[in-house]
């Protein structure tokens, strides 16, 4: 059996199933890039610093460049009993070059290494997830040029309120990727920051340059408290929270294009790459894709409300418990990354079904708050113009009708003030275009926020 880091503290045996219990090598072997990379800048400057000798840093750099390569060749074989990676990293190290690999260590401890690696972890991911924000946003705003024109209903409650542009309803979640590429951007400045020297709690005896590894690993910033950096899991809750509000968002979008794609609702066809026939039913195509990403989004929510549990009740500095930080964290990064880049493809290669949402648009009663509007504008005051309206839409129910086949009679026998131009105003399209309020659904006004969205993009 080998030896342990702690071998000599203890007499007692290890047993496997415990070793198992207590491992993250499983998990943590994902860091393998980002530990060496740590251990590089570490070993660099504990030789800038006259702490080893400079022949013993090029031993261990040398080494450690090893260790990947052999890694990445499938020759070392992750074992529990090393426990996780840095420890697995450090004695492959010593195999390869001796016990000089064991200088490495000198003024740090794996709790600083760990933070190390997980602050270069996040701020790769969350870059790429801003990344794979942007290209959606883009997509999105081709998608909204493409169909500017098209008129669609808009709904409170899922009933038909107003009509409203398709462009329109896709810039609304324009919106709402831009709040969340800006947090993660925003997190970015505390995700940024380097653990790396706070040794196990308190810092080290050996005269180190923290500064230095900062530099090395292109952090912006360092700790500036031993025992914060060590405890510190707030970046990890932060991103977390915001890889959920993506998925929230991806979710809430997966869910209007799969009513969309209903029978019932017709509004777009999803590609044949983005859907999944049936087993059974040879007319079926399904939305599973969008369903998927709805239902990961419960999986992500999971991950944040663990990490949340996780540091509740935590006392400073590092615990075990914490080494439960990155399954969660891992899995989540993989799903929002995963569901971006389908929910890309799948708006791309969407197929907006202009006939049919102009049959609907004009079977409804979403013009009839344009009729209020039109007898407000007569300066009937707005609650009796809303009664009138009413008792039309009822009348029309009733009859099997819609406001735009009364006749100009009976729009005059509800009010005297209506004229012949209501069949103007009642049209979708002028409905529409008459929304110049800035930020409104008017044609003008959408053309505006596309060109401003683009601007800023
Ligand atoms: N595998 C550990 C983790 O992920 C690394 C830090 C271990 N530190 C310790 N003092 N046991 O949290």
Redo the contacts with the bound molecule.
């Keep these: 059996m080998s030896k342990k880091a702690w071998g000599g503290r203890f007499s007692g045996e290890a047993l496997e199933w415990v070793e198992e219990f207590n491992a993250?090598i499983h998990f943590?072997k994902v860091l393998l890039d980002l530990d060496i990379k740590g251990s590089i800048a570490h070993a660099e400057m504990l030789a800038d610093c006259g702490i080893i000798s400079a022949e013993d840093k090029d031993t261990i750099v040398d080494g450690l460049h090893r260790v990947k390569e052999e890694a990445d060749k499938g020759n070392i074989e992750w074992d529990v009993k090393h426990?996780?990676i840095?420890m697995n990293v450090e004695h492959a190290l010593i195999e390869l070059i001796g016990p000089v690999g064991g200088k490495l260590h000198t003024g740090r401890?794996?709790?600083d290494?760990?933070a190390t690696d997980m602050h270069l972890y996040v701020k790769e991911q969350v870059l790429s997830i801003i990344q794979s924000i942007e290209e959606l946003q883009n997509t999105i705003i081709k998608i909204a040029e493409e169909n500017i024109h098209v008129i669609m209903p808009g709904y409170t409650h899922l009933q038909r309120a107003q009509p409203i542009l398709f462009s329109h309803h896709m810039m609304a979640y324009f919106w709402m990727f831009k709040r969340d590429k800006e947090r993660m951007q925003d997190a970015l400045k505390r995700i940024d920051v380097s653990p790396l020297g706070a040794g196990?709690i308190s810092g080290t005896t050996f005269n180190i340059d923290r500064e230095m590894t900062k530099k090395a690993l292109g952090f912006g910033d360092l700790y500036h408290n031993s025992m914060d950096a060590v405890s510190d899991r707030d970046y990890i809750i932060e991103t977390l929270s915001g890889i959920n509000l993506v998925m929230i968002h991806l979710s809430r979008i997966s869910e209007e294009i799969i009513f969309w794609m209903s029978e019932e609702a017709k509004f777009v066809t999803l590609s044949d790459t983005f859907t999944t026939g049936s087993s059974m039913m040879p007319q079926k195509k399904n939305p599973d894709m969008a369903e998927l990403i709805r239902g990961k989004t419960g999986r992500t929510t999971g991950a944040l409300m663990s990490m949340l549990m996780l540091v509740k009740g935590l006392p400073l500095t590092?615990n075990?418990d914490?080494?439960e930080d990155?399954e969660g964290l891992f899995d989540a990064v993989t799903t929002v990354l995963g569901a971006l880049k389908i929910m890309n493809g799948m708006i791309d290669t969407m197929t907006v079904n202009e006939e049919r949402l102009e049959q609907t648009i004009n079977e409804d009663f979403s013009n009839a708050t344009e009729l209020a509007d039109y007898l407000v504008e007569k300066n009937v005051p707005f609650r009796d113009a809303h009664e009138v309206v009413g008792k039309l839409v009822l009348k029309c129910i009733n009859s099997n009708q819609y406001l735009k086949d009364l006749s100009l009679e009976e729009f005059q026998a509800a009010n005297r003030f209506i004229e012949k131009d209501i069949y103007d105003v009642l049209s979708p399209k002028t409905v529409v275009d008459r929304r110049l309020s800035y930020g409104g659904t008017s044609t003008e006004s959408v053309k505006q926020q596309i060109k401003y969205a683009k601007e800023i993009i």
């Design positions: 993250s943590d426990e996780d840095h401890s794996r709790n290494q760990i196990a590092y075990k914490m080494q990155k």
